[in-house]
């Protein structure tokens, strides 16, 4: 109250620190709703990110997983095959014919193992291919999320860090075309060399039933080597075709299986 009775009027400086207060409750007001809002952008964000690496991983893992069990299932089928090929040995071949008969089980027997182990092979290049997507896929998000939130890392993650671009040039072999005379993966190599020695071995058979073998050995010797380095051969180039289209095609920032394609999967 004021003298005589009426209301006491604030003085300037009351209403100047009246209207801050109102100035800074507007602004408090405003910015709340806006900090709130990019908090729960964000949350939304990582948890889509977290969930989508949880999703490569899982894949990435079932397809390692169906790769060894596609081997585990190529070992057996060879180590069958093997069997057969010693319980045929052991009956004896007293005429010929007998011996004829012998030779065209054994030989069918390692043409079988040789078409099923082709048919093991290009299911497991495709599944290698699978393997090298979802591992690009979770460089990607690793890297996404290690500069979203500007993650402090040791030195030792220096070069997963950089980007492809980058990347010199000059640091590739100069022998790095030797790499298509190699399958991508010991697995692969593996089968290559089985499946190409039991097709060889099979055709040295045919030869030695048409007695080409005892007339032109030399010949029919080099038609073997020959025979195993060709279908080697088409099984690493169909192995390197294939990765590399996939890579080519799936390519989002980090590659780590083609600056160096000495480099195997497995």
């Given amino acids: 109250m004021g003298p005589g009775g009426g209301e006491r ?12 207060k109102m100035s ?15 908090t729960r952008v964000s949350g939304e964000s990582l948890q889509i990110l977290m969930k989508e690496f949880d999703t490569m991983k899982d894949l990435f893992s079932e397809t390692q997983t169906s790769i060894q069990s ?15 090929v010693a319980l045929v040995l052991q009956f004896p071949a007293s005429t010929s014919s007998d011996l004829a008969r012998s030779q065209v089980v054994i030989c069918g027997l390692l043409m079988l193992s040789s078409i099923i182990g082709t048919i093991y092979l290009l299911s497991i290049v495709y599944r290698y ?3 090298l997507e979802y591992g690009q896929n979770l460089d990607a998000l690793r890297l996404h999320l290690f500069q979203k939130f500007n993650v402090p890392l040791p030195s030792i993650y220096s070069n997963f860090l950089k980007k492809q671009e980058q990347t010199s040039s000059s640091n590739k072999s100069r022998f790095v075309w030797l790499a298509w005379l190699l399958p991508t993966g010991t697995y692969q190599l ?8 039991t097709l060889a071995v099979a055709t040295w058979i045919l030869l030695s039933i048409t007695g080409a073998t005892a007339t032109r050995y ?32 799936y390519r989002l920032h980090l590659n780590p299986h083609v600056e160096n394609l000495f480099r195997m999967i497995r």
């Fill in 218 to 249: 030399n010949d029919s010797l080099a038609t073997i080597i020959v025979e195993f380095l060709l279908i080697f051969n088409l099984y690493n180039i169909y192995s390197r075709i294939t990765l590399k289209y996939w890579a080519e095609s």
């Fill in 190 to 197: 593996t089968m290559a060399l089985i499946n190409s020695g």
């Fill in 24 to 38: 800074n409750q507007k602004t408090l007001n405003k910015s709340l709703p806006i900090s709130e809002s990019d």
């Fill in 70 to 84: 596609i081997f585990n299932f190529y070992i057996t089928l060879v180590t069958a095959v093997i069997g057969g």
């Fill in 9 to 20: 009027t604030p003085s300037g400086c009351q209403w100047q620190t009246a209207k801050d």
């Fill in 129 to 131: 291919a699978r393997l």
